[in-house]
């Protein structure tokens, strides 16, 4: 029996690969991740009285969330590309690669946020969820969350990369943890000081026509920008990134049907940030190296996967089983500590191994036939990957915690 663990022990170990610097710095960007997904956890845990108040809030909530991991992700991949080939550098100039991917980045920010607002009252509408809130309160919640914690999620992505050209790091291996727990820790809380500003007479139609006016202006200036490099991301990025939000708005739509759940455990809602966060943040990991490997020519673009890529997956698997554990801990412990009611560390600790699991295997099939797709395309792996796998991971995730609750009878 003790040889036989040890053998499970040493394959699980060559599972993490032969790069311990790797290892150790995708389970510190993981765990950074995890416990700055909890802090937006314990947010949403606090608040339901608010997502009570105003029907359709949490259907925007998984997509503003999501935005920020999706357009500020594949910005780093970008960036960490950039960084592999060379041709990585800071200047003031707007018309540099560093300039032009800001810029392409900032634009999508603001003008998916506004369209957010339209499509999560439609998807309400569509799915016969009654007495949502207005779309100027949904435009002043989303564009005004979205400038705030997309100004702050940006400054991280660009100093994270600099760190990482001057520090030697592989940037694949700690882009999507950190800027997936920015985008949780920084845009839930502006998502609730926003709500503050809704439902005033005046003030917020007239806001939301200011908002909505200045979203515009900005598309208009960039699509008549002369950068190349600018317009070729916009165009590559627009159809996805609003794909992308239409999918996030399905799975906060998912998260709302059950809201009665939620609250009966806030638990469970302490839980959604940081469980979506982590396979979001594997899926990342699993895309971003994808995206170098067949930049760089070291992974084919075939339908099955390569030795490489074989590798790269199955090191994904190896993270998601001691990350999913600490998710489930960690909430545990949060509820605990806030005095949220929960179902017990047992269950929670069941919600989290199979709705991770379920949702693991979703990730790691969209990373690699998403990279490769964008490949064949033409596309920029870096541009379509992230924001494939972070979108498409928040209605798969939100399905794989639902189906983890149900399953164990929780609700």
């Known amino acids: 029996m003790q040889r036989r663990r040890l053998r499970l022990l040493a394959r699980y170990r060559a599972l993490l690969g032969p790069d311990a610097a790797s290892t150790r710095q995708s389970l510190v960007a993981l765990t950074v991740s995890l416990l700055a997904s909890f802090v937006a956890g314990l947010t949403l845990g606090s608040i339901e009285s608010t997502l009570e108040a105003l029907p359709g809030l949490l259907v925007l909530v998984p997509a503003a969330i999501g935005m920020r991991g999706t357009i500020f992700g594949a910005l780093g991949s970008r960036l960490s590309t950039s960084i592999h080939t060379g041709t990585f550098g800071l200047a003031r100039r707007t018309d540099t690669v560093v300039g032009q991917n800001l810029l392409a980045a900032a634009t999508l920010s603001i003008t998916t946020a506004l369209a957010l607002a339209f499509l999560a009252k439609a998807v309400a509408v569509v799915f016969g969820l009654e007495n949502t809130i207005s779309i100027p309160d949904l435009v002043v919640i989303s564009v005004l969350a979205g400038l705030v914690s997309s100004a702050l999620v940006m400054a991280l992505t660009v100093a994270l990369a600099a760190a990482s050209a001057r520090g030697g790091w592989d940037m694949d291996n700690v882009l999507a943890p950190v800027i997936t727990a920015a985008g949780d820790m920084v845009t839930l809380p502006a998502i609730f000081l926003s709500t503050f500003l809704v439902g005033i007479d005046l003030v917020t139609p007239v806001l939301a026509l200011v908002l909505g006016v200045f979203s515009v202006a900005v598309l208009v200036a960039a699509v008549r920008s002369p950068q190349p490099l600018l317009k070729r991301i916009l165009v590559e ?23 009665a759940s939620f609250v009966t455990y806030p638990a469970l809602l302490v839980l959604v940030p940081p469980f979506l966060a982590s396979a979001g943040a594997l899926g990342g990991i699993l895309s971003s190296r994808l995206s170098s490997g067949l930049h760089l020519g070291v992974i084919a673009p075939a339908a099955l996967p390569s030795g490489r890529a074989r590798f790269h997956v199955a090191f994904t698997f190896a993270l998601a089983i001691p990350l999913f554990v600490m998710v489930s801990a960690v909430a545990d412990v949060g509820s605990a500590v806030a005095n949220l009611a929960s179902p017990g560390p047992l269950r929670l600790l069941g919600v989290a191994l199979l709705g991770g699991s379920v949702a693991t295997f979703f990730v790691v099939v969209v990373a690699y036939y998403g990279t490769i797709a964008a490949t064949r395309l033409g596309l920029d792996p870096d541009t379509i990957g992230i924001p ?24």
């Not at 159809?239 to 809201?259: C, T, Y």
């Not at 494939?388 to 609700?411: E, H, M, W, Y």
Request: charged share 10%; aromatic share 4%.
């Open 237 to 259: 990025s627009f159809p996805v990134v609003l794909g992308a939000a239409v999918v996030g708005l399905v799975a906060g739509l998912i998260i709302e049907k059950r809201l």
């Open 388 to 411: 494939v796998v972070t979108s498409s991971v928040d209605l798969a995730g939100s399905f794989a915690l639902i189906l983890a609750i149900v399953v164990l009878g929780i609700a």
